[in-house]
């Protein structure tokens, strides 16, 4: 029969066959929810995908979909049910997978960057000890899942979804390494932290009698060994001077300029944020180390009851000959002083 001209101006031909009615559906679906709502029975029918808006027609293309794990069953509360779209790509996912292995993988999939307990999961699923194991090892061999360590509960057993990185919550946040607090991590990060503030609160003025620097192309070897020798001299014994910033000062280094420090400093691949080191000056601040100022947006370092700033603690890094030598910037390669060359590192190892 030939087509009338009401057939050609219908927005919405019918499917002439059940595969094409369902991919019709899933298409309306997906262009209409976006992937995290729950829509219902009545939300589809506006879609006029269905003929006659049939309730059985209806039905047979949302069981296929969920067979084919394009729609995802959700229990909104009490006896009615929703669906959510699933997209191609993850619909892949389920097709291999058995009924308990799917199911396993949904209340993975649906915990998110928190994950969820081993525990939790058998009483969700109802399923026997054995059996979730076996679903856990399969899905963790498809790479679809992985286990994770909590700072909080460490013996507890966790998944997550394979391609997720867990919550600050979950992991401790960057100063935790497999649910473990890394201790030297964060006391490097305080010696550094404190370092830049301290040199930004206090004006340090030269040491008496520092020889003038020459140019680096004028100064020999010799020279640069003495202009070292004599500026450890007097900086020792002027370190303590300390000239205090005036009042209404504002250079003081704030939140954000901390953070943006350490992490131009590279000492490791953790990007550190602005609550990270928030959590490192409030221990400074509880030990009395550094201050709030400038209405709790700037930093200032303390003076020590000895009148000084600190400066003379020893570390890993001051202990080194390039950590507190006066002439570090003279320091470069074919320099009067550089690394190749060095022979303060005889005597520090020596």
């Not at 229990?75 to 291999?96: D, L, M, T």
């Not at 070292?228 to 000062?249: L, N």
């Not at 300029?257 to 944020?273: A, C, F, Q, R």
């Not at 080191?277 to 550094?290: A, F, K, M, Y």
């Amino acid at each position: 029969m030939a087509a009338t001209a009401d057939d050609a101006l219908d927005p919405h031909p019918t499917p002439s066959s059940p595969k094409e009615l369902c991919n019709a559906l899933y298409a309306s679906c997906a262009s209409r929810f976006k992937p995290d709502v729950v829509f219902h029975q009545e939300d589809i029918w506006p879609l006029k995908i269905i003929p006659n808006d049939s309730l059985p027609e209806l039905l047979k293309c949302i069981n296929r979909l969920m067979q084919d794990g394009l729609l995802k069953l959700h229990h909104a509360g009490g006896s009615r049910a929703g669906w959510k779209v699933v997209s191609r790509e993850n619909a892949k996912k389920y097709q291999n997978l058995t009924i308990e292995e799917a199911l396993v993988y949904s209340y993975v999939e649906s915990s998110g960057r928190e994950g969820i307990w081993t525990r939790t999961i058998r009483s969700r699923t109802n399923l026997h000890q054995t059996t979730m194991n076996r679903c856990l090892k399969v899905l963790e061999s498809k790479i679809l899942i992985k286990p994770i360590q909590s700072a909080k509960f460490p013996k507890r057993k966790i998944y997550i979804l394979a391609h997720l990185q867990p919550s600050d919550d979950v992991t401790g946040g960057a100063f935790f390494t497999d649910g473990t607090l890394d201790d030297e991590f964060v006391n490097q990060l305080c010696f550094f932290a404190e370092r830049y503030v301290l040199a930004r609160s206090w004006y340090h003025p030269p040491a008496k009698g520092s020889s003038k620097r020459k140019g680096k192309s004028n100064l020999s070897a010799e020279e640069a060994d003495e202009l070292r020798t004599q500026e450890f001299r007097a900086g020792e014994k002027d370190r303590s001077v300390m000239i205090p910033m005036p009042a209404g000062y504002t250079g003081y280094p704030t939140l954000s300029e901390i953070t943006k420090h350490l992490n131009g400093l590279k000492i490791s691949d953790v990007v550190l944020k602005e609550s990270d080191v928030r959590q490192l000056l409030e221990i400074l601040c509880g030990d009395n180390r550094l201050m709030k100022v400038m209405g709790g947006k700037g930093f200032k370092a303390v003076r020590r009851g000895d009148g000084t700033d600190g400066s003379k603690t020893q570390t890993g890094l001051t202990e080194a000959p390039c950590g507190r030598c006066p002439v570090f910037d003279l320091c470069e390669e074919s320099g009067p002083v550089n690394a190749r060359t060095c022979t303060y590192f005889q005597d520090w190892l020596a």
